[in-house]
């Protein structure tokens, strides 16, 4: 597996078990929808939470620059169609979850409502 790849499966982990610790349910890991791969979906309460996990090694380059309008209107599409196949009750949000540094040495920024729907579904 590229180092990319296992960087980005444990920026994965340190996200799930930081939801888990503040009282969210994981209702859903890597899931794909559309084509599109939600990384989190995880409840509390009542609403339910569209989680984009980005990891970097560095603080080189902003992780939640990853996150452009395309990738927004295709998790908003994911997300669409995942609480209707579902029927899912719960008020949709869209978080990112940030992690910079290595398991010796990191940082996390967990950034709640950090966008929403994009209506026309516009790329």
């Not at 910079?100 to 729907?117: C, S, T, V």
Request: with cysteine; charged share 30%; glycine share 4%.
């Amino acid at each position: 597996m590229a180092e990319h790849n296992e960087v980005g499966k444990w920026g994965e982990k340190v996200a799930r078990d930081y939801f888990l610790t503040q009282g969210y349910a994981i209702a859903g890991e890597n899931v794909r929808i559309c084509k599109v791969e939600i990384d989190l979906i995880v409840i509390k309460d009542d609403r339910i939470c569209f989680v984009e996990v980005k990891t970097r090694s560095s603080d080189f380059k902003d992780p939640a620059e990853a996150i452009d309008k395309r990738k927004r209107a295709r998790m908003t599409m994911a997300a669409d169609s995942y609480m209707r196949a579902y029927d899912v009750p719960h008020e949709p949000q869209f978080d990112i979850f940030l992690i910079i540094g290595n398991p010796q040495n990191y940082r996390i920024e967990h950034i709640p409502d950090a966008f929403f729907p994009l209506l026309n579904n516009g790329y």
